[in-house]
């Protein structure tokens, strides 16, 4: 089990450290084009920088997905977007909130919506937020993947094949309202990645000459206009890159 938070105020690399530093392993982040709440690049690499793991979550309104497939295209659509320019890794997983107490007659919209949302996104994991109700229904009808249910609207039942449980609202920590939660393994998160430094080959200046030279006689060797193009073009990045 790991320790971990969601929370709607942005944070900063103070925060994150802060955070971090209290054993924290993963915050839950909105993954929202705009807005207050919105999860940013410089976010994410200060989430990540901090040692801890991102959980991405796309919620608009608490009742999105009463709109059904529709609704969970349109939304996978934007998510897929938004998660490209914060710099979330693809086979990480997206989280679509159901975050109000859905009822019986209201499941086959939340499950439409949540195929529509993993229809769109198929280079992502897709996962869901929300009641012991709709954990179960969205897994029985094989909508997704990964499952975070809160303690809300639950009635002390508890999915047992979850990935994200949230146990506990509206809690002040370093300042800042947050919600706590706990995991259970393949959970879906994910860090901010550079890209690396490309590596520098270097070449001697011998070796380079007697590559010219290779390359000369396979110029001389050859009538084809093509192949002596490319001879031509090699020997010349060699010396490009060597002066010789």
Sequence with gaps: MTKGFDCSTPLTAQKATAFASNGYQFVARYLVPSGYKALTKQEAI???AAGMNVVSVYETIANRALGGRDAGLEDGAIALQVASQVGQPEGSCIYFA????????????VIAYI????EATPTFTTGVYGSYAVMEAVRAAGACSHFWQTYAWSAGKKSTFIQIYQYLNDVMANGIAVDYDESYGNEGWWRVVENPTPPIYTISEKD??????FLSAGYNATSSLPAQTEFHRLANELRRITSV
């Design 46 to 48: 200060a989430i990540s």
């Design 98 to 109: 159901v975050d109000f107490d859905a009822t019986p007659s209201q499941m086959a919209a």
């Design 115 to 118: 195929q529509g949302a993993s």
């Design 208 to 213: 380079a000459d007697a590559m010219i030279r």
